[in-house]
Nanobody
Framework: QVQLVESGGGSVQAGGSLRLSCAVSGFTYATYCMAWFRQALGKEREGVAGIDSDGSISYADSAKGRLTISKDNAKNTLYLQMNSLKPEDTAMYYC?????????????????????WGQGTQVIVSS
């Protein structure tokens, strides 16, 4: 059974940092594109960053410079380190897996490409 479970969200002040985690089970996640998406209230879900099976990383323009995606294959865990957070980073953050591809190629990816999702973890950034 495919499972993705996010954790690490919370409330922080602008300029602060958070590290999100996504524990994966039920499939060999190291062989697929793994990604982070976010969805702010009233807005569409948008891609943040992706990491390929070979470790290649790609980012959406909004994430470059402040957000870092990584993975630990031994722990079956995906991470998103978020620094210098801004109020506009406030959103529900989701991890996702594209079970049909090993390459992510952000920002040219949409939520419909991803067949497995976690339940999300809330990030709130106050000014």
């Amino acid at each position: 059974q495919v499972q993705l479970v996010e954790s690490g969200g919370g409330s922080v002040q602008a300029g602060g940092s958070l590290r999100l985690s996504c524990a994966v089970s039920g499939f060999t996640y190291a062989t697929y594109c793994m990604a982070w998406f976010r969805q702010a209230l009233g807005k569409e879900r948008e891609g943040v960053a992706g990491i390929d099976s070979d470790g290649s990383i790609s980012y959406a323009d909004s994430a470059k410079g402040r957000l870092t995606i990584s993975k630990d294959n031994a722990k079956n865990t995906l991470y998103l380190q978020m620094n210098s957070l801004k109020p506009e980073d406030t959103a529900m953050y989701y991890c996702a897996a594209d079970l049909l591809s090993f390459a992510c190629s952000f920002p040219a990816r949409v939520p419909a490409d991803f067949g497995a999702w976690g339940q999300g973890t809330q990030v709130i950034v106050s000014s």
